[in-house]
Structure formats: C-alpha cells, structure tokens
C-alpha cells in the first residue's frame, strides 16, 4: 500500500476508481493479503466517523483456494512432508482453522478432557470459537506437549511475536516432491474440513460455526458434495424407469 497513490491520501478522497485502478504486483493471495487491511482500515474509519462510507474493496480471485485434498493426496503430502509443516497441515485439515489460527494455538488453550481447542482471537467475532480434536491431532499434540504446559504450541525464535508465521516453503516442497499441481495450496486443507463436515453432516450453521464464517455465502461454498447424493439419486431413478420407457419406444 505504501508504494501505490494511496499514501498520504486523505480517506475521505479514496473511491472505488481509485481502488480499481490500483496495480499491485504479487500472487492473488498476497495481493489480497494488502486488500484486506486496506478493507479493515476503510472500515475502521467509518466505525470511527472519520468517514461516512467506505468503497468497496474487491478481492482478487484466488485460484485453488477452494480445492479439496483427496485422501491419496493428502498421503502423499504427509509422506515427504518436513515438521512443522507436516502437523500444520494435519490441525487444518481436522479443524478446519484458517493457517494463521493454528499458527497462534497456545497449549493452555488445548481442553484435554473435552477435547477441543479454544481461538481466542481473529478478523471477526465469530472467530473466537471452540474446534474439536480428532485421534490423529489428539496424537500429535500429545508430542508436542509432552514436556510443557504453556506457551506457543509451533514457537519460533526468529519471529517477532514468538511463534511460526509461515510453512509456505516446505509446502511448495513437498507439493513439488509430491509430484502434485501448484494450483493446490495450504489453504485448500481449510476447504476440505469444510467440505467434508458439511457432507457428513448437512449442517450448514454447525459449519459455519466451527470454522468461524459470519457469512453463509462463504460457507455455502461446501454444500456442492451433497448435490453428490442428489445426482445418484437422479440417476438410479433413470435406471429403474429405463426398461419402462424402452418398452414403451418398442411398442
């Protein structure tokens, strides 16, 4: 944002042209990564009466962020992958947490009777929720945690704020390892807990609720697996009536 005819403009003269007009080089998601904060600004000014109304802000479309990751790919990630990206891609793939959530898990907000894990924070309110925690996390966690009780649950060093903010290299590693297209990213895990809960479930609001959507045009985007059932539906309907409408041409 600093480099584009945005800084040092007063907000009130910021307009959807000025906003469509801007050319900030980078990959959708990182491109997109600056619209948002732009976004929260403009919104805060508003919320603060800076300003009366914000432009819209529109988002780049992110290719791939919506695929699945099907159990013989998933095998074959976790196969090459290296730690810490190996258990990051497990947690979202189980709790379908956005990768910056499981970034900031703290031990002590792991509820080891209930099994769950508490987000206490995130961009809206509803991302302060409870997600549960599968066998396989249950696993992992218990390595992780073995000999602490508190603190970050992936620390770093190098960080600023004291732990991981990233596993984009070793995942495009072992995508690349894998054998696997560079359409698929680490956000697609996110999508594949939501398309499988809604699947198994049916449940949009329960959705919506672990994975802390406020939008349910968002969440919808999980429902195309139950048209799955629909479509076989249809076609063992077809196949029942079919020697029927065969006979009915002979006659």
């Known amino acids: 944002i600093r480099s584009t005819p945005l800084m040092g403009m007063n907000l009130d003269r910021i307009t959807t042209e000025e906003l469509d007009s801007l050319a900030l080089a980078g990959s959708p998601s ?21 300003i009366a109304v914000a432009p819209a802000v529109k988002l780049m479309k992110e290719v ?13 990630l976790l196969a090459v992958a290296k730690q810490p990206m190996k258990d990051v891609l497990i947690l979202i793939q189980d709790t379908g947490m956005r990768p910056e959530e499981v970034f900031r898990i703290r031990i002590e907000n792991i509820n080891w009777n209930q099994r769950l894990i508490f987000n206490p924070n995130g961009k809206t309110r509803a991302a302060r929720r409870h997600v549960p925690i599968s066998e396989r996390m249950l696993d992992l966690l218990m390595v992780r945690c073995a000999d602490k009780r508190e603190g970050w649950l992936f620390p770093s060093r190098r960080a600023k704020g004291g732990h991981l903010t990233t596993v984009a290299k070793q995942f495009r590693d072992a995508r690349s390892e894998a054998g696997l297209p560079g359409a698929l990213v680490l956000y697609c895990a996110r999508h594949t807990f939501g398309t499988a809960a809604y699947g198994a479930t049916g449940n949009l609001a329960m959705v919506m609720n672990v994975m802390g959507h406020t939008d349910v045009r968002t969440a919808m ?3 195309h697996p139950v048209l799955d059932s629909v479509r076989e539906a249809i076609d063992q309907r077809n196949l029942r009536h079919k020697p029927r409408h065969n006979e009915l041409r002979i006659q």
């Open 64 to 76: 791939g962020r919506e695929l699945t990751i099907e159990p013989e790919t998933e095998a074959k």
């Open 221 to 223: 985007r999980y429902q």
């Open 30 to 50: 990182y491109v997109n990564q600056a619209l948002r904060t732009l976004r929260r600004l403009l919104g805060k000014a508003v919320e603060w009466k800076v």
